[in-house]
């Protein structure tokens, strides 16, 4: 199992929510402000690939209704860890369930209020690599995820897409545009290393990587969606060089593993990157609807 750790997921989560693309962001709100205009009952939305909730932390709070979440991942630590962050960001939670406790109950169904407004939670672990229909045939207002579609094969994008009968808004898939400062004459060199990685097997097969948004865009389209993208790009600066000397570390790591760039040549860029006062790592969000 590719597995994602609740530190790396924790230090993303401010610059996630801060570089989704607003006049997108702004076109989701309209339209689940209609469906709640006619609907008693909550607004429901399915996020998949959840990790810790980070999606639900950035959009629930600008729905003006009240919701029913399911968050749907394969990893049942993350799922616990979702509940636990989510537990801890709530104005309340109805169940009184303890902070700082994981027992073996940890993924139960959660009701939180967040600026007035009730939010179920429930949590399902599911490998959506293997069973992706059950979660899409449950009634929903919209489906979600983040950071999620650039894991996926081409053929399981098809599969999504036949089966997809939901308005689907995806933010931050990772498109492959990078820039970094100051110039180093090994970025394209690593780039091109890091994108045969990303095009690696993640669980569905050889991972659209850096297509993923655009072959989304164009099967949706096929489907009779239609389509809005807006980017939504990391802009990281001195404020972020946690973040920035993760990054490094991380892209150093899996261009070496393709073996493209030698061992030397990515740790020497890894360690150079670390300490880069600004770059740019290019995202796109979608929003999907008929
Ligand atoms: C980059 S993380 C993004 C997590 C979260 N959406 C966020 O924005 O913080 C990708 C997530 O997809 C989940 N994931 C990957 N493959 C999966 C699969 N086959 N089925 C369900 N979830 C999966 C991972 O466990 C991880 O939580």
Redesign the pocket.
Known sequence: M???STDW?SL??GV?HRSRNPALQQQVLSYLEQVGSVKNDPIHII??????G??LRALAPLIQHSQNWTL????PL?LMAAREKLCAWADSVSDGAPHGHLDSNATRPVTLVKNNHEINVIFLQ????GDLQSVLSKPADLIT????FD?VAVGWLEQFCRALKTPLYTV?TYNGQETWLPVDPWDSKILEAFHHHQGSD???GSAAGPLALTTLEQLLRKEGFKVVTGSSPWVLGPNDSLLIQELAAGTAKAAAETTLVSNAIAQQWGESRAQSPKCEIGHDDLFARY
């Open positions: 590719n597995t994602f997921l993303r989560e996630d996020d998949l690939g959840s990790g810790t980070s999606n749907v991942d394969y990893d993350l599911k490998d959506l690599a995820a983040a950071a999620f894991l931050l993640k669980g569905f």
